[in-house]
């Protein structure tokens, strides 16, 4: 399920003394792109490995995974067809997705 | 999360150890939890089941919700035959993360030439086999049609874990196989769990299609244990 290299990545960013953040989908509905457990590593420059999604949110993760970075309090982003931000972005797949953001560190 | 959480999952991926991150999602608190080990509370059981699963999720703990990733070792392939087959077979099931092995005592066979960056022996296939940790998460496939070579591996594949066992050769190859092993000492109960002949029927015809219809019965085999 973990076949990235999102959590190698984190800890190579972090080791060059980068702000690091990790998302991690925690919850799916439906034809969700990709199964929980699935994560995207974000630095502060906004570089990202990894996915939480098919590229339909992982712009929007990684700004937040930025601010997590800033303020390192830990949030949970809920993408969906019902969900307006998540219109905006594009799940195109109608599934739902919970991702939890949190700064490394 | 803790950097010292991160360095110890990124040394137990690289170990292939089992482990799972519990993530308390109101806060961030975690827990790291070793799965080869008998849980010692509800949340360390509720992790086990999820990697008995394959199956990262959260999980509602006294009016609290916790999220368990799971991190199971990689698949293990172990290929029996370094043939034409193997070369695409090997190369695909690396893509998909999977750990391969190719074993052929044939050296013309398995050679670096024919399977550059795989992981090869050229041991007889049961010793070979028994020198790889066959786990749950192993499945072992023959192609030499070569009953000296297979069969010894079949045998030790069938006293072993591995979750899925294959076979290449034609239903009339295949029957005589089965006889072999039966007389062997195999109750024909047992012998239901090779696939044989090996593969989805996807009307496969080259190499690389029928690696295709291998990997996807494997990976059938692999998800119907989720299920």
Known sequence: ?105 | MRPETLKALVAARAEGREIALATRLADGAERLIDLTVPPSDELGAKAVGAAVRDESGPVELQGETWFLNIFNPPVGLVIVGAVHIAQPLSRMAATMGWTVTVIDPRTAFASEARFPGVALSTEWPDEALQGIAVTSRTAVVTLTHDPKLDDPALRTALESRAFYIGALGSKKTHAARLERLEAAGFTPARLMAIHGPVGLAIGARTPAEIAVSILADIVRALRAAAR
């Open chain 1, 1 to 105: 399920m973990n076949d990235d290299r999102a959590l190698e990545q984190a800890a190579a960013w972090l080791a060059e003394g980068r702000g690091v953040a990790l998302a991690t989908v925690v919850k799916t509905w439906g034809s969700a792109p990709r199964p929980a457990g699935s994560q995207l590593a974000i630095n502060d420059e906004g570089a990202f490995v990894g996915s939480v999604s098919g590229g339909c949110i992982e712009g929007v993760v990684a700004a937040e995974a930025r601010e997590a970075i800033r303020d390192g309090k830990v949030r949970t982003l809920s993408f969906g067809v019902s969900n307006e931000r998540a219109w905006e972005v594009g799940l195109a797949c109608g599934g739902q997705i919970d991702v939890f953001v949190e700064r490394i560190g």
